[in-house]
């Protein structure tokens, strides 16, 4: 079965509130407030000055994954940084190059636009497999730690 990369739209929204509780559980042991997660999903497609979603439709219409593009503009370069987040693809997916292919799609997306240096994501230090698959697709870990602090628990 074959795959279409494209980016979403709001009838994808309860497929990518769907894929943030299963990550959040599976790499955190996390669940996610449904109404406060659906509310951030929508938020991206109703407000034209946030992130955009990129999804994997499988040919029955079902989505087997996605990411999401957050901006961080830099002043050092004068371009942006495209920040990749809210990885997921389902399990039955994993293993056929969806991420793969949603890279280069955010890869093509980023060239046609002309003002993108460069792309950041984190991962959790233990999740070696998600590590591997971003080194084979040209990405490298960065000399920077992550620092955080959270307002609201």
């Avoid at 999804?55 to 495209?82: C, H, K, T, Y």
């Avoid at 991420?99 to 994501?121: D, I, M, P, T």
């Amino acid at each position: 079965m074959d795959i279409k990369i494209r980016k979403a739209n709001i009838d994808d929204a309860e497929s990518l509130v769907e894929f943030n509780q299963e990550m959040a559980f599976e790499t955190e042991g996390k669940r996610l407030d449904p109404e406060t997660l659906a509310k951030g999903v929508n938020a991206v497609f109703t407000d034209g000055n946030k992130e955009f979603y990129v999804v994997a439709e499988s040919e029955d219409g079902r989505i087997a994954g996605g990411l999401m593009i957050v901006l961080e503009w830099s002043d050092w370069r004068n371009a942006w940084f495209w920040w990749i987040s809210s990885v997921y693809v389902r399990p039955e997916w994993r293993g056929k190059r969806v991420y793969s292919r949603l890279y280069e799609f955010v890869k093509k997306l980023a060239s046609e636009q002309g003002n993108v240096h460069g792309f950041r994501l984190y991962v959790d230090l233990e999740n070696e497999r998600a590590q591997r698959v971003y080194e084979k697709l040209g990405m490298e870990a960065s000399n920077y730690l992550l620092f955080g602090e959270n307002l609201k628990k």
